[in-house]
Nanobody, 125 residues
Framework: QVQLVESGGGLVQAGGSLRLSCAASGRTLRQYAKGWFRQAPGKEREFVAT????????YYADSVKGRFTISRDNVRDTVYLQMNSLKPEDTAVYYC??????????????????WGQGTQVTVSS
């Protein structure tokens, strides 16, 4: 009974900040790479950020680089996404994921990932 439970989404004005959290429940997911994806209305799901199992390596989409920061706490078995300088184009449902031994594996083999339920982020102008 593995679950990834997301929290922290909401409505924020452009230029504001939000922090998303995603905690494993039912079984540890500490050994996996973790990351965040998002899907905006009418668009396909896109990669946002990944972090390696030990947190030693991170990778970001160009669209969020310099504004978003991914981190993880393996004691709490939780991955975070700190989102600063938010823009209306960041509006989407954000999904956390866990899987693979690297961020590259997580991005490529998405059908093997564990997925969170999604949390809505809306950025108003």
């Amino acid at each position: 009974q593995v679950q990834l439970v997301e929290s922290g989404g909401g409505l924020v004005q452009a230029g504001g900040s939000l922090r998303l959290s995603c905690a494993a429940s039912g079984r540890t997911l500490r050994q996996y790479a973790k990351g965040w994806f998002r899907q905006a209305p009418g668009k396909e799901r896109e990669f946002v950020a990944t972090i390696s199992p030990a947190g030693s390596s991170t990778y970001y989409a160009d669209s969020v680089k310099g504004r978003f920061t991914i981190s993880r706490d393996n004691v709490r078995d939780t991955v975070y996404l700190q989102m600063n300088s938010l823009k209306p184009e960041d509006t989407a449902v954000y999904y956390c994921a866990a899987g693979g031994l690297s961020g590259a594996d997580l991005r490529r083999a998405t059908d093997r990932n564990y997925w969170g339920q999604g949390t809505q982020v809306t950025v108003s102008s």
